[in-house]
Structures are given as C-alpha cells and as structure tokens.
C-alpha cells in the first residue's frame, strides 16, 4: 500500500464498546460520512465501489474507491481515481473492548495537484484527520454502548 510519495498513516485508538459492533459499523464503508473527519458525502457506485467527497486543504475532492477486503475485523480499500493508495481499517478484539488500528498511503495521482497538495501540507492534515476520526469513533461506539 505504499505509495512513490505521499502520506503515510499509521494510527491506533483503544475503544471501549464489542469489536463485532465496532467493525461491523466500519465494515458499512456507507458509515465513513459518520466517522471519517473529512468525508462529506459517500455515494455507492456498484456492489464495492463509491465515490467520496472529502474536503481537503486543495479543495474538494471526489476519489472512487473499491473495497477490496471485507472480513471480520478488516476492511480494506483501494482508491481508483484522483488519489493513488488505499486504508485498511483492523479492529482487534481486547478483554474490554477493542483496538482500531488505521493505516493508508496516499498521494496525488495528477503530479500538479499532488505537488500544490504536499505544499499545502496535505500530510499533516490526514494525519490530523486520521486522528480526529478516530476520536469520532470511539465518541461514536462508546455512546451506543452505554444508551
């Protein structure tokens, strides 16, 4: 998944609500609107393709992606338009809940764009996104839990 430049991810958050809920609201790549900071929109295309509309420090952006991997605790896709790379989201089962691991390599598939995006600082902001989504998440999980 690493891509020739661009952004590497690597984030994990500890969230206290069953690792079954948690990935089976990821697993819904239609959730990513409701817990990916960023996506604004998310359009089903066909039976593993969508289309995204993610606000970013160069503008709007409408990637298509493929979920290309959906078992259990993973789900991973790949981004087949406007963006070069992919995520993968893993959630691991703990006596307490579970461990939500992100990872995803990106950049610009146009050389331009991905050079005004790195200028832009285009790494520091996924990363914060990555992040924040994280944070959203648990918010999200834990909140069902105790209702």
């Excluded at 050389?111 to 959203?136: I, M």
Aim: glycine share 8%; proline share 4%.
């Amino acid at each position: 998944m690493k891509p020739e430049a661009g952004g590497l991810l690597d984030i994990d958050q500890r969230i206290y609500a069953p690792a079954e809920e948690v990935a089976a609201f990821i697993g819904d790549f239609r959730n990513a609107k409701e817990w990916m900071v960023s996506v604004e929109a998310v359009e089903r295309l066909g039976e593993d393709r969508y289309r995204l509309t993610l606000e970013s420090p160069i503008g709007r952006l409408y990637p298509e992606a493929t979920v290309v991997e959906h078992g259990p605790h993973t789900i991973r896709w790949v981004y087949d338009t406007t963006i070069e790379g992919g995520g993968q989201v893993d959630v691991s089962p703990e006596a307490d809940g579970c461990l939500v691991t992100y990872r995803g390599a990106f950049h610009m598939k146009r050389r331009l764009l991905d050079r005004a995006a790195r200028l832009a600082g285009v790494e520091r902001f996924a990363r914060k996104n990555g992040e924040r989504s994280l944070a959203r998440l648990k918010h999200l999980m834990e909140a069902r839990r105790y209702r």
